[in-house]
T-cell receptor, first 112, second 111 residues
């Protein structure tokens, strides 16, 4: 089955460390997204990309960067992790203009 | 501020009772609205979208532009409906660039 895969699924790190969360998809979708989920705040958009050359900031991009290495790969980086970046991170893809997102299983990040 | 509001963090009902999960939005114009659901140990997934006017798993949602609401309803809740529900929209000016989500409501259906 075509899928959206995130690695790692769980990560514990320390303040100041650089962290990369990776997302790959076999759905063939051009649009890819990174969201973070916090209790009581729902999902908030960090970055999104329509193709390899098109990267856009979401509502909470500060402290994050992304790389779209290929149509199938979209990585999220925390250059210097801080405790309030502790959250569940989701990668998602969208097929065309349907508005339907296909989510990965999530990456739980804990910053101590 | 433009936002999607789900006023209830938790909604607890008994099996067979009616369910209404509330969603209000503050965007002007005509956004496109969705309900997403996350069952235990499953991925977040689309439940329904307002333009389809469909009923999925017995759930329906009507867009009320006057009240800027998109409440999700089911006449008789089942235990398997227990999940986290998110209301989401695409802003009128945003094309299909991005979805904006509410904070979510956890539905617990008790036997």
């Amino acid at each position: 089955d075509a899928d959206v895969t995130q690695t790692p699924r769980n990560r514990i790190t320390k303040t100041g460390k650089r962290i990369m969360l990776e997302c790959s998809q076999t759905k063939g979708h051009d649009r890819m997204y990174w969201y973070r989920q916090d209790p009581g705040l729902g999902l908030r958009l960090i970055y999104y990309s329509f193709d390899v050359k098109d990267i856009n900031k979401g509502e909470i991009s500060d402290g994050y960067s992304v790389s779209r290495q290929a149509q199938a790969k979209f990585s999220l980086s925390l250059e210097s992790a801080i405790p309030n970046q502790t959250a569940l991170y989701f990668c998602a893809t969208m097929e065309g203009n349907t508005g339907e997102l296909f989510f990965g299983e999530g990456s739980r990040l804990t910053v101590l | 501020a433009q936002r999607v509001t789900q006023p209830e963090k938790l909604l607890s009902v008994f099996k067979g009772a009616p369910v209404e999960l509330k969603c209000n939005y503050s965007y002007s114009g005509s956004p496109e609205l969705f309900w997403y659901v996350q069952y235990s140990r499953q991925r977040l997934q689309l439940l329904l979208r307002h333009i389809s006017r469909e009923s999925i798993k017995g759930f329906t949602a009507d867009l009320n532009k006057g009240e800027t609401s998109f409440h999700l309803k089911k006449p008789f809740a089942q235990e398997e409906d227990s999940a986290m529900y998110y209301c989401a929209l695409i802003p009128p000016s945003g094309g299909y660039n991005k979805l904006i989500f509410g904070a979510g409501t956890r539905l617990a259906v008790h036997p």
